[in-house]
């Protein structure tokens, strides 16, 4: 069982903002010239690669970069290869990175066309279709998926993209669900919405509907998954580990889109936040720089501002603005310098607000003096670093402007690094 049960935050509630009216359509930014394709594997030699600069690609191409992997990109563009190259990313995260100059006549490749829905054509097509759907939980052998909840909530504040989508394709998403049952045999699928909105859903395709509170962190998975389920999690354990599949409205509505049209969709739905708090949901090209997405809607940045990829409570600061969108870049969010909560070295001084926030009861107070001193082991045994679902409210109320969440994720990313490197030598 889990070492301490769900309940309500303590302090003052912090409530999601509803998108009550759906936009006429989301803005479209264009490229201006570039774009990136990152593949989540690791390129440790050129010999690997089977590109070449110079290369031509096609919009909707399929490409497989590697040698000796299947991995693959499905281009956004068409256009030229300038590079191919490593990068890295947060937490040891390794990308190969495709540069393509684009070019001035757009060429459409042949897509997968008329396809059926099994779970194979989904994997070899739709892996980094806009929303990233995440097949892979249905390929694992150590647990067996019977229900799939779709997303149409968003888990950060601000962010909106997963209820414009689930207000304006309700079309593709149904035609989604029933791709996805076909494909994986899943006994029950699952819409979760805000509670708010749900008197204004009709017939869908799914076999029920869930409201989320409209309290911050309610829509994370494993929150709805106890409030809206009454599935209690054991410490450690993930919710695909209790048999549910959480995809986002945009995934599963990609999945749609693809088997309606023969073509893998490659535009990305995203929200904006500029430095005055405006939200803007907008859509572009996967591997569009976001540079581009800031210029289109005249944002600059200076000296301190902060660029953050997400929400302002779980949101990852990128120092780049050449990163391009990828398929699961939901929310872009600009800070200006004024506005940055800058973070301290001081100790705690045990005022327990972040213990009080803590929707598990964590005692956070205690945890992070072992993370701070890198005693993850200790950490996760004696204060329930395990039943953390990573809200990052510790940080958001902590008066000595400790970085809790960080200093959570980092512990995590080591705990998980140190299991990989035991399980590999045993």
Sequence with gaps: MMNNAFSRPATAAIYYELLHQTPLGPQHVTSSGTATLLIEEKLERQSQIALKVGDGVQTGQKITPFTDRPAYAISSVTGTITAV???TGDFGKNYTAIDIALAEAEVIAEGPGEMEPTLANLTE????????PPLHLFRSGDHAIHTLVVCGVDADLLV???????KSEMHAINRGIDILKAATGVQKTVIAVPRDLVQGFGHTGADDLKAVASEYPAANPKLILYEAFGQEIPAGKSCEEMGFAFFSAEAVASIGKAFDTGRVPIEKTVTLVDKNGHKTILSARIGTPIADVL???RIETGNKDRLIVGGPMTGVAIFDEQRPIQADTDAILVQDAADVSLVSDYPCINCGECVRACPTRVPVNMLVRFLEAGQYEDGAEL??????VDCGLCSFVCVARIPIFQYIR??????SRLTAAEASNA
């Excluded at 097509?125 to 990233?132: Q, S, V, Y």
């Excluded at 204060?383 to 953390?388: A, E, P």
């Excluded at 980092?410 to 705990?415: I, M, P, R, V």
């Design 125 to 132: 097509w739709l892996a980094g279709a806009p929303g990233k």
């Design 295 to 297: 210029t289109a809607h």
């Design 383 to 388: 204060y329930d670093l395990d039943s953390c």
């Design 160 to 166: 909106a993209t997963n209820q414009f989508i689930i």
């Design 410 to 415: 980092l512990a995590k990313y080591e705990l």
């Design 85 to 87: 190259r490593p990068m």
